[in-house]
Each structure stands twice: as C-alpha cells, then as structure tokens.
C-alpha cells in the first residue's frame, strides 16, 4: 500500500520536482522512498509496507531492467500468478506482489490485468518502447489520475502531487460546478481541474509519441442473471464467497484490523475474519446515544469474543477538520460521513496498518433502501402503458398535494431523470435558484444517461444497482474510504468488493437481493447462520451523525454563514439563497446536505485556489504549502 507520481521529461522542469511531487503524498507511504529518472521519464514511489517488509523497494525493475514499475495497491492472488510465471522461466527475487506485476506484464502486457484480483493502481514505463502504462482495478478502490494538456503529461496517486510540477496549469473546471451540485462528486472521467482525468475503474492507460489512449479491460455487467436461482442457494454461495474472500483480504506481515459498525456488512466481515485469528475491531461514535452505534458494535464484537475499541468525536473535532479534509479528498466530497471516517481511521492507525471494512455489500447485494421502490415502479410502468402515465402525471401537477401525487409524477420519468441519486443533492431548478450564473446549469440526468442505456431493458433495480457500482461505489465510497485512511497511513481492505464476490452478484435475480419489504435478501440469509439474528436483520443506518443539529449550533452556524458570504461563497453562489437555506433549516426543514455541499465546496476552493481568495482557510490546513 503505497503513492506513487510520475512525469514525461520537458527540459524546462527543475531537479527535485519529482521529489517534491512525492512529498505530498508522503502520508500514503511514510515508510520508504525511492525514485527513477532516465532522458525521457521521472518516477516517484512512497512504501507503506505491509507484505516482505524488509524488501519490495519501488520503483522495481524487471530482470534487464527495461521495465520501471510503480504500484499502490494489493494483488491477492500474487502467490497463484508467481508459480504461473515461475513455470515460465521467471525468477524471483522477493515474496511481494510488486514483482508479479513486473514480470506478468513483461509475458502477457495488459493482458496480464484479466488475472489479477486485488486492489490496485500501477504504472509500467517500458524503456524499450518508451511507453508508459498504467492501470487501476476492477472497482476504482485504488485512485489513478492523469493530467494532459497535450504538451504535459504526469500522473499519480492524488492529484494534490501535481501542484508541484512547474508545467500544470491549475484552473477550475467551472462547467462541472453543476455536475458536483448534483451528485456531490464528478460521475465520470473528469474532474473539478481542467486536464485532469481519473483512469476509470477497469480501465488502462497507454501513453506514447505524446498521445494517450485509454482502454476497458474489465467493466461488470448482468447479462448472465439466472432467475433460477434461489435465496438459499445464494446464501450458500455468498457464504463460500464472503468466507474466501475474507481469508484472501487477511494476508498481510502486520497486524490486521477491523472497522465495526453496527450493520450486517462490517459485522459479517469481522466475523469471519475472527474465524481465522483474533482480531481487534474499531468503531466510531457520539456521546450523543441517538446517533452513536458504539453500543450495537461492543455487544456484537462481545458475542464473538474479540475485542473493540469505541473511538469518539464530537463538533469541535468535525468542523475543525473540514478544511484539511478538502485537502486530502483532492476534489470536493460533501459525504458527511467522511470525517467519521478519518477519525475512525486516524485511532485505528495507532494499532494496526491494515484495517478490513465492509463497503460494496450494499451495491452488490442490494442493500439500499432505494431499491424497494424499484418493485412498485416496474409494476406501474409494466401495466400502465406510458401515454396513460404522462396524462395521470400532467393531471397530478395541476392539482394540490395529495397522497400518490409524487408517485404519478414519477411514474412518467425514465429512470435515468428520476433514480434520486442523479439529483442527489440539488435538482435542476434548485440549482438554477443557488448559482451565481445559472446559464452555466446543466442537466444532470443527460451527463449520466449513458450508465443507465448499458443496462436498457433490464427491471428498475438492476439498473439502480448498475448506476451505483459505476458511481456511487468508486467516486464516492470507494473514494472516502482510500482518502480518509490513507491520510492516516492506514492500509483499508474491502472484501465484498472483489472479483470474485462481483462475478457471483452478476448472476443474482432480484428476488435473491430484495423482496417489497426487506434489503439483502441472501446476504442477510447467509449472515443469519453465521451470526445472531438481531445483527444480520438489523436496519441499515450508514454512518449516522449529528452535523444537521450542529448546523443550527451558533459555534458552527456562524463559520457556515461566514463562508456563504467570502469571497468564495459570493463568486459561485447566491448569498441570499444560501441564507435562505440555512434559515429553512432553522426553522426545521432539512436542508443539511445541501448546505453541507455549498459549505464544503467553498472551503475546497479557499484550499486549492488560495491565490484567489482573501481568507485564511489554508492555515487550518496541516500543511506546509497548499
């Protein structure tokens, strides 16, 4: 677990840039550093060691040393791949997984990615073909970005190493403000700066002559659901599955943890991972016992005999933090939930390098609550034919609320407009309401319309599911998640999202994954013979916290409407919207997420474009420079 940075040679760059790039990710790998410069290309790695601690140094080279790799991430089927290449010819001089990928790509190129299962990001410069390659797993766990600007080329773990090159050009990507408004991150390729890109979950890199290409090796699809399967059938395979996965996620030289809440995902996670060794478990929570889990995650991790650590926080702690979270994220990430993160991973640090957590089970199982209406939806538009729908929704507009006026309404949308994470956070007037320049309002559905044609034909949920394995999963959750612990040097593993689990979630019918009234149908099935009954049915909660109250709290209230109306808040936005917002929620209305979106994208610019602000926000930041 590692950062790695990189750069095509300009004669015009300094020496020592490619150091200082690697310096800003220092956090990612605090335990070694190492570099490679030849005529045409810069490399950069910093090590986190957790597998053969005493070698693996990076950059790592190939037996004639003609391949220059860098890589962040954990191949879990190395070992498998190593004898493969052994038989071969290949000699090995470590027991790390680094050296695997160096040699594999060396036999077989990116044909080498459809073996792998882990998480990973690597980069390969080829010294005889002066190509740089590079590559980022099935799920996006692992963050791959790339700037080019057609004359300048540099890539990295995190955008952040970036700044320190002399030729990135730095500018705000303005037409995506809309895009962010929307979702709360960028569903796509692009990214808040102009001319850098994410490499997609799935996909490679090839960059040469000046030009680069991208290519999808892997993207996960339901054209093999089986509608004969059953719920306990699925509860079997999903037990075999979540059992090996886990045992493939343990392998490590240090000591491994686990993250609890009080869910069935991390819970199911910890209880098989306790199977094989103890375990220590860490949670995180309030003193506030409305929104706190602590109590749920100590009973649980009693039951099993393994030990937990309750961590707390409080407002102080949260609002304190934002500005330095901005920094970490690279882009603006308004999840509330991603400082609880930090904070569980910042103590979880202190005992162990490796932590296992339960994100994706949601996503490939069924798990959101959103998905129940699926059933009633693909009933009403399978029955109703679609004239019908849109007088029934033409009709209801006109006339005062009433009990089923929402569902009408919808009824005569296509799903790609009315899945509510496509507006997730402000819909298309609201935007027009909040922006300072509502010509540069875009619709949101259109941008992402093409996620959902991949699954045309398929019933409501499965298209739901698709949308979020392609968005929600890698640029939200999977995003957090590297960020959040990697800011704190900690090492987070994902069992349920693997190649493996994902090929069998492929297969499921939807009678296996929800019923009108319950999530997770086979997943919970298969939980409830492992663990007590109350845990495997329990409500899903997320990461519950107290940031809507907190909003009203005079301390913070006063730091949201100072931000509203800086510089920043006045360049982009409404004041008198935002104040508007903000008094709505005082009188009860909930507009918490979206103040919380304003809110954290104002302090992301004062971070990233301090140049252009006359706040002191970047002294909040623990950072020597920004």
């Given amino acids: 677990m590692c950062g790695f940075v990189g750069y095509v040679n300009q004669k015009d760059v300094p020496e020592g840039t490619i150091n200082s790039m690697a310096d800003r990710i220092k956090h990612r790998g605090p335990d070694d550093e190492a570099y490679f410069s030849d005529d045409n290309v810069s490399m950069g790695f910093r090590r986190l060691s957790i597998i053969d601690l005493a070698h693996g140094r990076q950059p790592m080279f190939n037996a004639d040393q003609t391949k220059v790799l860098t890589f962040n991430g954990e191949i879990y089927n190395y070992k498998e791949i190593r004898e493969e290449l052994r038989d071969l010819g290949y000699v090995f001089k470590t027991d790390v997984d680094s050296e695997v990928l160096v040699y594999g790509y060396e036999e077989w190129g990116p044909a080498l990615l459809d073996k792998l299962r882990g998480m990973f990001a690597f980069v390969i ?35 952040k190493a970036f700044l320190e090159h002399p030729n990135f050009n730095k500018e705000l990507n303005l037409r995506l403000l809309p895009i962010h408004l929307s979702f ?14 994410k490499l997609l979950p799935g996909q490679y890199f090839l960059h040469k002559n000046g030009k680069t290409e991208t290519h999808r090796y892997y993207k996960f699809n339901y054209d093999h659901i089986d509608n004969s399967q059953t719920v306990e059938g699925d509860a079997d395979k999903i037990g075999k599955l979540v059992d090996d996965s886990v045992k493939a996620h343990m392998i490590a030289d240090v000591e491994v943890g686990s993250f609890l809440s009080s869910g069935i995902d991390s819970s199911y996670v910890l209880n098989e991972a306790a199977k094989l060794k103890p375990i220590q478990s860490f949670s995180i929570g309030f003193h506030h016992s409305k929104y706190s889990e ?10 099993i005999n ?35 993160l930090y904070y569980l991973s910042k103590d979880t640090s202190k005992h162990v390098k490796v932590a296992l957590s339960g994100e994706g089970a949601d996503e490939f199982f069924g798990g959101y609550n959103t998905y129940l209406e699926a059933i009633p939806f693909d009933r009403y538009q399978k029955y109703v034919p679609k004239p019908v729908r849109k007088g029934l929704a033409a009709v209801a507009k006109r006339l005062p609320r009433f009990h089923g006026k929402r569902f009408l309404v919808r009824g005569a949308q296509p799903l790609s407009e009315r899945y509510y994470r ?9 935007r027009n309401r909040v922006l300072k320049d509502p010509s540069i309002n875009t619709d949101s559905g259109a941008y992402t319309k093409h996620i959902f044609d991949d699954v045309k034909g398929k019933d409501e ?15 939200d959750i999977l995003h957090k998640a590297d960020r959040m612990s990697m800011c704190n040097s900690l090492e987070v593993r994902v069992p349920f999202v693997d190649k493996e689990v994902a090929k069998f979630a492929e297969t499921m019918p939807v009678k296996t994954r929800i019923t009108p009234n319950e999530t997770k149908i086979a997943l919970r099935t298969s939980a409830e013979r492992e663990m007590p009954k109350k845990t495997a049915l329990k409500e899903k909660l997320g990461f519950p916290s107290p940031i809507a109250s907190w909003i009203n709290d005079p301390k913070y209230h006063e730091r949201i ?16 919207e935002l104040d508007r917002l903000l008094k709505e929620h005082a009188e009860g209305k909930s507009n918490m997420q979206k103040i919380f979106t304003i809110y954290t994208f104002i302090l992301w610019y004062q971070v990233y474009f301090p140049e252009d602000t006359t706040e002191n926000t970047v002294s909040l930041v623990h950072r020597t420079q920004i």
């Avoid at 740089?132 to 890539?155: N, Q």
């Avoid at 030990?307 to 999840?335: A, C, Q, R, V, W």
């Avoid at 949920?461 to 949308?467: G, P, R, S, W």
């Fill in 422 to 430: 496509v507006n997730y956070v402000f819909n298309y007037d609201d």
């Fill in 184 to 197: 709360e991150f960028i569903p796509s390729r692009e990214t808040m700066f102009k001319n850098v890109y």
């Fill in 294 to 303: 602590l109590a749920w995650s100590t009973e649980f991790a009693k039951t």
């Fill in 561 to 576: 409407v100072k931000a509203f109306h800086s510089d920043t808040g006045q360049k982009f936005f409404n004041t008198n």
């Fill in 125 to 159: 410069y080829d010294k005889k073909n002066n190509e740089v390659f590079g590559a980022r797993d099935h799920f996006g766990i692992k963050p791959l970005y790339y700037y080019d600007d057609g004359d300048t080329f540099l890539w990295g773990s995190e955008i």
């Fill in 306 to 340: 393994q030990k937990n650590t309750p961590i707390y926080m409080n407002g102080d702690d949260y609002f304190n933090f934002l500005p330095t979270m901005m920094y970490y994220m690279d882009e603006p990430l308004s999840n509330p939930a991603a400082i609880q």
């Fill in 461 to 475: 949920m499965t298209q739901m599911e698709y949308f979020d394995i392609n968005t929600w999963l890698p640029f």
